[in-house]
């Protein structure tokens, strides 16, 4: 975390404030890739898995299948699959966020409340998106076995909520394009 400061205080000694000025989102851009202490790491992971595996639970039950959970275990037919930390969500939330920020400094919308109102609902997507991901991995395992949902199917799972998750921002961008219309680009 020390490096950003430094970083910052180099360049302005180097090249000056306007300069600085000018890398201001980059510099904030490294946050990102400042890991998060371990006590916060946990105390936000166990409500995402809960979160996580019950949504998860809930939409496949609608959906009339043999879906049980007990706390983060989540039971299909003969296969008990546990919604582990990784599976939890908070670094997909980190980096959708990231990469929201960027797309949002890429696209330049002048409308400050547009940037808000997307950095915000980034979260919430990035939840539905990690639910689709589990949703797809229970299925796979119910249908083709343990083996394929811990395989390559694991991995391409992951591909695919990042694939949802940007899909759903730019919709949700779209959406508040036409909510708020009027607004200049920069």
Same mark, same amino acid.
């Given at each position: 975390? =020390?490096? !950003?400061?430094? !970083?910052?205080? =180099? ?8 300069? %600085? ?12 890739? @400042? ?16 979160? @996580?595996?019950?949504?998860?639970? $809930? ?14 275990? %989540?039971?299909?037919? $003969?296969? $008990? ?38 950095? !915000? ?9 990690? !639910? ?11 249908? +083709?076995?343990?083996?394929?949902? $811990?395989?390559?199917?694991?991995? +391409? ?9 940007? =899909?759903?921002? +730019? ?8 909510? %708020?219309?009027? =607004?200049?680009?920069?």
């Amino acid at each position: 975390l =020390s490096l !950003i400061p430094m !970083i910052s205080g =180099s360049v302005a000694l180097t090249f000056g404030w306007p300069v %600085l000025r000018l890398l201001a989102f980059p510099v904030f851009f490294l946050l990102f890739a @400042v890991p998060l202490p371990g006590p916060v790491v946990d105390a936000l992971t166990q409500p995402l898995k809960q979160g @996580v595996s019950w949504s998860a639970e $809930q939409i496949l039950y609608l959906a009339r299948y043999p879906v049980s959970r007990s706390g983060v275990i %989540l039971t299909v037919g $003969q296969y $008990q699959l546990l919604v582990a930390d990784a599976c939890a969500g908070l670094n997909s939330m980190f980096s959708l966020e990231a990469l929201g920020l960027l797309y949002m400094n890429i696209v330049g919308h002048a409308s400050r409340l547009r940037n808000v109102l997307l950095a !915000i609902l980034i979260i919430p997507v990035s939840f539905c998106s990690n !639910i689709v991901r589990v949703m797809i991995l229970v299925l796979v395992t119910y249908y +083709f076995g343990d083996e394929a949902g $811990q395989g390559f199917v694991h991995g +391409f799972a992951g591909i695919v909520l990042f694939v949802v998750a940007l =899909s759903l921002m +730019f919709v949700v961008d779209s959406v508040l394009g036409r909510l %708020l219309q009027g =607004s200049p680009k920069r």
